[in-house]
């Protein structure tokens, strides 16, 4: 049996990634994956028995699926800020013509 520690430390990984795109704090966000990519290569490094390889491969598809689901809500926040980004231009755009013409 996987140590219930590595689990335990799966999800609080997991538990630390959801916080930061709630708080969209993106340089933690980064922090935090390349930590539990130095720990997964780690634990993943040690040689296993095969009852133990077998609850890795579930815990593996689990980050899996819980990473895809993380994907997407950042994928969703990064064209939001795109959109705003984007009214911000016209915006700006639309106060320049409307200063020129004022000013002509």
């Given at each position: 049996?996987?140590?219930?520690?590595?689990?335990?430390?799966?999800?609080?990984?997991?538990?630390?990634?959801?916080?930061?795109?709630?708080?969209?704090?993106?340089?933690?966000?980064?922090?935090?994956?390349?930590?539990?990519?130095?720990?997964l290569e780690i634990m993943f490094?040690?040689?296993?028995?095969?009852?133990?390889?077998?609850?890795?491969?579930?815990?593996?598809?689990?980050?899996?699926?819980?990473?895809?689901?993380?994907?997407?809500?950042?994928?969703?926040?990064?064209?939001?800020?795109?959109?705003?980004?984007?009214?911000?231009?016209?915006?700006?755009?639309?106060?320049?013509?409307?200063?020129?013409?004022?000013?002509?």
């Amino acid at each position: 049996m996987l140590l219930k520690v590595q689990a335990d430390k799966i999800v609080e990984f997991a538990d630390s990634i959801q916080r930061c795109i709630d708080e969209e704090a993106w340089e933690n966000l980064a922090i935090i994956l390349a930590a539990r990519q130095q720990y997964l290569e780690i634990m993943f490094a040690n040689p296993m028995q095969a009852q133990q390889r077998e609850e890795a491969l579930v815990l593996a598809e689990t980050i899996l699926q819980q990473d895809k689901s993380f994907e997407s809500v950042v994928a969703a926040h990064r064209d939001d800020i795109r959109n705003q980004q984007l009214l911000l231009v016209q915006g700006k755009k639309a106060m320049h013509a409307y200063h020129t013409e004022m000013g002509s």
